[in-house]
C-alpha cells in the first residue's frame, strides 16, 4: 500500500524560510516522478513543483521560481521542498504526489497523494 507522509509546514512571517518533507512507503521512490501541490482555501489546487525519478528534469510555477527548490533522495525514499521568501500568498495545504509518468504527475493525474501539511504565511 502506497503512503506518502508530509511534515515540516507551519506558521512563518512573510520573508520566512520552510522545508518540506515527503516521506513515501509502499514503493520504491526511484521509479515514480513526483511533486508537490498546494490549495488554498477557495482555490482550485495548483502545481507548485514536480521533478521526475533521476532529479534530471523539474519544473516550477513562476510564482514560486526561484524562491522555491524539490529535490529527492531515493535512497531515503524522501522528497523535499526548500522553500524561501515565503509570502502570504503562499499560504495553503500542501501535498504531495508520486506518480509513475512525470507530464502526468505534473499535471496532477494518475497520482498518490498525501494527507497535507499546511503552511501559513503572516504578514
Known amino acids: 500500500q502506497v503512503r506518502l507522509v508530509e511534515s515540516g509546514g507551519g506558521s512563518v512571517l512573510a520573508g520566512g524560510s520552510l522545508r518540506l518533507f515527503c516521506t513515501a512507503s509502499?514503493?520504491?521512490?526511484?521509479?515514480?516522478?513526483m511533486g508537490w501541490f498546494r490549495q488554498a482555501p477557495g482555490k482550485e489546487r495548483e502545481t507548485v513543483s514536480c521533478i521526475n525519478w533521476s532529479s534530471r528534469d523539474s519544473s516550477y510555477a513562476d510564482s514560486v521560481k526561484g524562491r522555491f527548490t524539490i529535490s529527492r533522495d531515493n535512497a531515503k525514499n524522501t522528497l523535499y521542498l526548500q522553500m524561501t521568501r515565503l509570502t502570504p500568498e503562499d499560504t495553503a495545504m500542501y501535498y504531495c504526489a508520486a506518480g509513475r509518468d512525470y507530464g502526468l504527475l505534473c499535471s496532477g493525474l494518475f497520482a498518490n497523494w498525501g494527507q497535507g501539511t499546511q503552511v501559513t504565511v503572516s504578514s
Open positions: 509502499g514503493l520504491r521512490l526511484g521509479d515514480y516522478a
